[in-house]
């Protein structure tokens, strides 16, 4: 048995508990977790608040471990090597989406780390645990240093989250590149757009977070809130990347695009955005889209690119049985900028 901790229902705390691992087939790499990153969607997940939970649930998508086993058909991991999964372990493998390495969006469902395949299916455990099987198609090399693994964490979401709009929507040098939010996501996009060469602007609605955002990488930091700074900014951007996980009037934001340019969602909020304006959108030629992670191929880039420049997470190392207090302070963003469970505690 594996230990692991787990909800039993969407108003128990998260406690210790065993599952069951499979044994390693023929294509599985078997990885031990030395960390594991918190996203939001595993507190959105533990408390059902999607409405698709099955429990017990085992959250944790953003797994950094050691390789301890491999099958006999495992080509490019051996023991010993530092190996990242993120937020699914399948697909089908044969839809136009997996046939193009865009496996995150498989006609038929991808199997999520945690929680089973989307369109239903067996459950399946995450990060929050000692160890997981993985197979190798879905198992990612991870090149940074060995110090440096606890920040690599949260790329397996936050980053490949943010990466792979900005790469979608070809953001580079000559770039103005709004970023909406600096928590878990937006702090990442920040990093990266910059690491990308673009021209980074941050909007926010915390005064206390213009320092930050700069260190961060921020050419300028906008104060969200206030019309003179936002009206500064109209018409002046290239692509907007929002990462703001409560509903809010879009049009503020959609209205920052110059014509052609694009706003990306990748915050998920329990409510609904009010509808934006139609104006905002026709005479610019404006569009409003929406991303999700990344395939496996693009998030062995990310990973790569983040080595390369040295990027990781900021982080907040916390011991396994803090999980329940982690999550109250993530609901008030009391944290800079993503928990990392070092699962040595577990």
């Known amino acids: ?135 190798e198609s879905f198992v990612l090399k991870v090149r940074h240093d060995e110090k440096n693994l606890a920040s690599v964490a949260p790329l397996l979401c936050a980053g490949i989250t943010t990466y792979s ?54 050419d300028e930091v906008c104060i969200s809130t206030d019309p003179k700074q936002m009206a500064q900014q109209a018409n002046s951007f290239d692509f907007i990347l929002n990462t703001v996980a409560a509903s809010h009037n879009l049009d503020a934001f959609l209205s920052l695009l110059k014509r052609d340019g694009t ?9 609904p955005h009010p509808s934006p304006e139609v104006f905002n959108l026709i005479f610019k030629r404006r569009q409003l889209a929406g991303s999700l992670i990344g395939g496996i191929r693009e998030t062995q880039e990310m990973l790569d690119f983040c080595a390369e420049h040295g990027i990781g997470s900021d982080i907040e190392m916390i011991p396994m049985d803090y999980i329940n207090t982690a999550y109250e302070r993530m609901l008030k963003s009391d944290v800079k900028y993503r928990f990392v469970i070092d699962m040595a505690t577990l």
């Open 1 to 135: 048995m594996t230990k692991a901790y787990a909800a039993q229902s969407s108003t128990s705390p998260l406690a210790p508990h065993e599952i069951e691992r499979r044994q390693p087939g023929l294509d599985d790499v078997k990885i031990e977790i030395l960390y594991c990153g918190v996203c939001h969607s595993d507190l959105h997940t533990a408390r059902n608040e999607w409405k698709n939970t099955i429990y017990p649930s085992v959250p944790g998508h953003e797994i950094v471990g050691r390789v301890v086993a491999v099958g006999d058909q495992v080509k490019n991991f051996k023991v010993g090597d530092f190996a990242g999964v993120g937020c699914m372990v399948d697909s089908c493998g044969h839809c136009s989406s997996c046939d193009e390495g865009e496996e995150q969006y498989c006609e038929n469902g991808f199997t999520g780390t945690y929680n089973g395949p989307v369109f239903g299916g067996e459950n399946t455990f995450g990060g929050y645990s000692q160890s997981v099987v993985v197979k």
């Open 165 to 218: 709009p900005l790469r979608h929507w070809q953001v580079g040098p000559g770039k103005k590149v709004g970023i909406v939010g600096l928590g878990g996501l937006g702090h990442m996009g920040v990093k990266l757009a910059h690491a990308m060469g673009a021209h980074v602007v941050l909007f926010t609605t915390s005064p206390g977070k213009i320092e930050d955002g700069k260190r961060l990488g921020a």
């Open 263 to 271: 706003m990306t969602l990748v915050g998920v909020p329990a409510e």
